[in-house]
């Protein structure tokens, strides 16, 4: 079966532009991830969708993240007036927990946000 | 943050030998994972292991936890060239917020042919 995709994978945007990111995850997962990994760093945890419902956007850097899940499925993140220090990959990731026993998450290829 | 940190940063071996990657976190989890990461396919997981086990094998790859001590070590053996990539471990902690996975920073494995 097809896994998380992600598009697009690469993105460079001059600073100040507002960028969208999408996340096709696993048909039927309910929890849905996004992660923002810096070069040379671990994931860092950003936002928790389960279904539709946002449930934590703790570890969203700003006000100028937003992502949204509107049926449950697809998912967006969205940078408005992005700055060079939001250059990282963007990752997301789904799983069937809390459905399942065990939080593995299922990663997509990223995409990688170049800000000029 | 970081909840984690790997040791080594770096690792490199010749292709046949063992490679051990260790991995210490701060505060009580429910479960660790380690996952792996190369330009080609993303972020893969690999294993993991609950908080009331000490020790995991899946193929090549074995696992241990010392809850007592806060660490992990990942243990692949026979290694492979395709075997070289970053390789994270993740903790969910114990408590309102398991559904979050918080990563290491990640040693570099190469794997020389």
């Known amino acids: 079966g097809a896994g998380v995709s992600q598009s697009p994978r690469y993105k460079v945007a001059k600073r100040g532009q507002d960028v969208a990111l999408r996340c096709d995850p696993i048909s039927g997962h309910v929890s849905l991830f996004w992660y923002q990994q810096a070069l040379g760093q671990g994931p860092e945890f950003l936002t928790y969708?389960?279904?539709?419902?946002?449930?934590?956007k703790s570890g969203l850097p700003s006000d100028r993240f937003f992502a949204e899940r509107p049926e449950g499925s697809v998912s967006t993140l969205k940078i408005q007036r992005t700055q060079q220090e939001d250059s990282a990959v963007y990752l997301c990731?789904?799983?069937?927990?809390?459905?399942?026993?065990?939080?593995?998450?299922?990663f997509g290829p990223g995409t990688r946000l170049t800000v000029l | 943050s970081q909840q984690g940190e790997e040791d080594p940063q770096a690792l490199s071996i010749q292709e046949g030998e063992n490679a051990t990657m260790n991995c210490s976190y701060k505060?009580?989890?429910?479960?660790l994972q380690w996952y792996r990461q190369n330009s080609g396919r993303g972020l893969v997981h690999l294993i993991l292991i609950r908080s009331n086990e000490r020790e995991k094998h899946s193929g090549r790859l074995r696992v241990t936890l010392d809850t007592s001590k806060k660490s992990s070590s990942l243990l692949i053996t026979a290694s492979r060239a395709a075997d070289t990539a970053s390789y994270f471990c993740?903790?969910?902690?114990?408590?309102?917020?398991?559904?979050?996975?918080?990563f290491g920073k990640g040693t570099l494995l190469t794997v020389n042919p």
């Open positions: 993740a903790t969910d902690l114990r408590g309102g917020s398991n559904y979050k996975l918080t």
């Open positions: 990731a789904s799983t069937s927990f809390p459905r399942g026993s065990y939080n593995e998450q299922f």
């Open positions: 505060t009580s989890i429910n479960n």
């Open positions: 969708f389960q279904n539709e419902a946002q449930l934590d």
